[in-house]
T-cell receptor, first 110, second 114 residues
Framework: RKEVEQDPGPFNVPEGATVAFNCTYSNSASQSFFWYRQDCRKEPKLLMSVYSSGNEDGRFTAQLNRASQYISLLIRDSKLSDSATYLCVVYTGTASKLTFGTGTRLQVTL | DGGITQSPKYLFRKEGQNVTLSCEQN?????MYWYRQDPGQGLRLIYY???????QKGDIAEGYSVSREKKESFPLTVTSAQKNPTAFYLCASSALGNINTEAFFGQGTRLTVV
């Protein structure tokens, strides 16, 4: 089983739609969780951190479910500019390592 | 300005050559990472280092080598043993020891075999 797993997509949604991505992780000792956004041919950039029960930033909401070992990212009122790949990242303190999922591609259309 | 710098941005390699990609950070981060990304694919971990003079293999270390002689530098060498090196290479760094461990990325190096 991979340490961090994501559905690669692509998720094709119309503008204004709500879309959700999940990410599962295998190590129950994992401490910190992040969502990154990557645009084509660019480096990933931090979108949101998820430390405990989740957090919200405008149209974006991230949730953590420790019991089931997954995090989610919800995007409301999708914009064309939201089209990108969304990477799930997990930090495990015991291994002092950041592990990336392979990313979920989102395409928002008119 | 604090940050992480990769160079060169584009690199061309002849078959059979070794090439070295540079990664420097002035964020005082303990951990540094190298990832490879192929078109339409996610990031795959090549090597990572948590402390000077120590590093660990990631998922796809074969054909690559690294060194960590200084905290701020983590160069990656793509050796002739790497049979398919054409890819986008990303270097990242992060703090360790607390939960605020977000990773910062360099702008990447595009390596092409010619």
């Amino acid at each position: 089983r991979k340490e961090v797993e994501q559905d690669p997509g692509p998720f094709n949604v119309p503008e204004g739609a709500t879309v959700a991505f999940n990410c599962t992780y295998s190590n129950s000792a994992s401490q910190s969780f992040f969502w990154y956004r990557q645009d084509c041919r660019k480096e990933p950039k931090l979108l949101m951190s998820v430390y405990s029960s989740g957090n919200e930033d405008g149209r974006f909401t991230a949730q953590l479910n420790r019991a089931s070992q997954y995090i989610s990212l919800l995007i409301r009122d999708s914009k064309l500019s939201d089209s990108a790949t969304y990477l799930c990242v997990v930090y495990t303190g015991t291994a002092s390592k950041l592990t990336f999922g392979t990313g979920t591609r989102l395409q928002v259309t008119l | 300005d604090g940050g992480i710098t990769q160079s060169p941005k584009y690199l061309f390699r002849k078959e059979g050559q070794n090439v070295t990609l540079s990664c420097e950070q002035n964020l005082n981060h303990d951990a540094m990472y190298w990832y490879r990304q192929d078109p339409g694919q996610g990031l795959r971990l090549i090597y990572y280092s948590q402390i000077v003079n120590d590093f660990q293999k990631g998922d796809i270390a074969e054909g690559y080598s690294v060194s960590r002689e200084k905290k701020e530098s983590f160069p990656l060498t793509v050796t002739s043993a790497q049979k398919n090196p054409t890819a986008f290479y990303l270097c990242a760094s992060s703090a360790l020891g607390n939960i605020n461990t977000e990773a910062f990325f360099g702008q990447g190096t595009r390596l092409t075999v010619v």
